[in-house]
């Protein structure tokens, strides 16, 4: 009977043992998965900004082309850049005849986005009041579904990257 209640004990104290160091490793496991799933998470989100730096800087790249095309294409021309931060549009070209006498604005939004939005123009409208431009171009490959390659939507002209430059030199002779 002393041996049978010793056998019990001992194999109480195994259970109780066993149960112990299964609750232990659960917690361990469980540490572990949620250690995994906030790594995930932090990698995603690295991801998701490194994706979104590298989209603000295709977006600042496509403006400093445009930029450079600008002054190599129309040489008088005053080409300045609406620094980051500022509000306005991307480009002010402040059109000078031969003389280089000012004879009006353009201002320039470049959009490097793959799909078109309606906003943009009434923010480029906005921004041609307070620059007191008289013309807006937005240079975008994602253009409006009735458009093509260049048209115009509310009075502002909308135009593809390759022709962005041939529509500059057709609205400055006007």
């Known amino acids: 009977e002393v041996e049978k209640k010793l056998a019990a004990g001992i194999d109480e ?82 059109v000078r005849d031969n003389s280089l006498k000012s004879c009006g604005k353009i201002i320039w939004e470049v959009k490097n986005t793959k799909v078109w939005s309606q906003g943009w123009v009434q923010k480029l409208k906005d921004d041609q009041v307070a620059a007191g431009a008289e013309m807006a171009i937005i240079v975008t490959e994602a253009m409006p579904s009735d458009l093509k390659d260049f048209g115009m939507v509310e009075n502002v002209w909308v135009t593809t990257k390759s022709l962005a430059i041939p529509l500059a030199g057709a609205l400055r002779d006007s």
Do not use: C, H, W
């Open 13 to 94: 104290a195994q259970q109780k043992a066993i149960k112990s160091f299964q609750e232990a490793q659960q917690l361990k496991d469980a540490a572990y998965v949620k250690k995994i799933a906030d790594m995930s998470k932090a990698v995603d989100e690295a991801k998701r900004k490194a994706e979104q730096r590298s989209m603000q800087t295709q977006g600042e790249v496509a403006e400093l082309n445009l930029e450079e095309t600008l002054k190599q294409a129309f040489r008088f021309d005053d080409i300045d850049p609406v620094a980051k931060g500022v509000r306005g549009a991307d480009v002010i070209q402040t």
